[in-house]
């Protein structure tokens, strides 16, 4: 159960890094930012009973102004990082604590005859393990030595790398591309079509494909249904799905095994679906969110003087 769990701390990490990209997408304060979060929060106030007041909570009134630049502000440079580190911290820990990627039949280690006893090693580290260690743990400290790789050097070695490499990347496409900033924040002046932040493009597009005009009368609200229950389901099915998954023991610790077909499929199109949605809502919806083909031209917009 412990790894179902710290696979739920993985989830809400996800959702944590998702809320932080949104706060920090106010932060330059121009049209672009002031009307993509005018969306979202639009999104978020079709909550039945709540949505009008989860809407003040999150820009700090009823209306996207300083107040709720400063809020987004404290949230993105110290909230959500806080929350964020202790969640990591926790979850790397958990990992470590229960065995990391150690399949399932690693316990059979356990009862094999030992041919030698262990040498006089070092048993500890900044990152050794953890208390109160399982039985997977155990397992890699008597397996066999070309069967296992220490945590120190060669895993803070690999991290480091990768993390330098990672500065490094995006330090050079800042020097190299330039990210223009639009005209300062305009409450009067709505653009057309006003887009979410490009990670919501496909929650955006679902909202405007599950809204339903029935008659003149009833029109079945698409920011509810494609903006709060199907992201929901799709956050909720994928917090369940230790607790679903009827994977054998043998597919553990493994990459893409046979058993896991049907899984790594509805993975693959469920991300495939985002994709195109995501796509659609970028480069093919145009002027008063109409679909225009790539190669149609978008009509002019008379512009404000």
Do not use: C
Not at 271 to 284: D, H, K, R
């Amino acid at each position: 159960q412990r790894r179902e769990w710290n696979w739920v701390i993985g989830v809400a990490m996800l959702l944590l890094t998702l809320f932080l990209s949104f706060t920090g997408y106010l932060l330059p304060w121009d049209q672009l930012a002031f009307w993509a979060v005018t969306v979202g929060t639009n999104i978020a106030s079709s909550i039945p009973l709540a949505g009008a007041k989860v809407r003040e909570l999150l820009i700090g009134g009823r209306e996207i102004e300083q107040a709720t630049l400063i809020r987004f502000y404290v949230l993105h440079v110290i909230v959500l990082p806080g929350a964020l580190g202790a969640l990591f911290a926790y979850h790397m820990w958990r990992i470590r604590k229960d065995g990391g990627l150690a399949k399932a039949d690693a316990d059979d280690v356990l009862d094999s005859p030992r041919s030698e006893p262990p040498g006089p090693t070092k048993t500890y580290s900044l990152l050794g393990i953890a208390r109160g260690q399982s039985p997977l743990i155990r397992t890699t400290s008597i397996a066999a030595p070309d069967t296992t790789v220490n945590s120190v050097p060669d895993l803070t070695r690999r991290a480091a790398i990768v993390t330098l490499g990672s500065i490094a990347v995006v330090s050079i496409l800042s020097v190299l591309i330039r990210s223009p900033l639009e005209e300062p924040a305009n409450a009067l002046l709505t653009p057309n079509p006003a887009k979410a932040p490009w990670y919501f493009l496909w929650l955006q597009e679902i909202v405007t494909d599950t809204t339903v005009r029935i008659g003149t009368y009833y029109t079945l609200n698409g920011a509810f249904i494609g903006g709060v229950i199907l992201p929901g389901l799709l956050v909720t099915v994928l917090a369940l799905w230790p607790w679903l998954d009827r994977s054998p023991a043998g597919a553990a610790g493994r990459w893409f095994p046979a058993s896991r077909r049907r899984q790594n499929l509805v993975f693959l199109l469920v991300a495939l679906g985002i994709l195109v949605l995501t796509v659609v809502g970028m480069l093919m919806r145009g002027p008063y969110w109409q679909l225009y083909w790539p190669w149609e031209a978008w009509p002019e917009i008379p512009s404000r003087i």
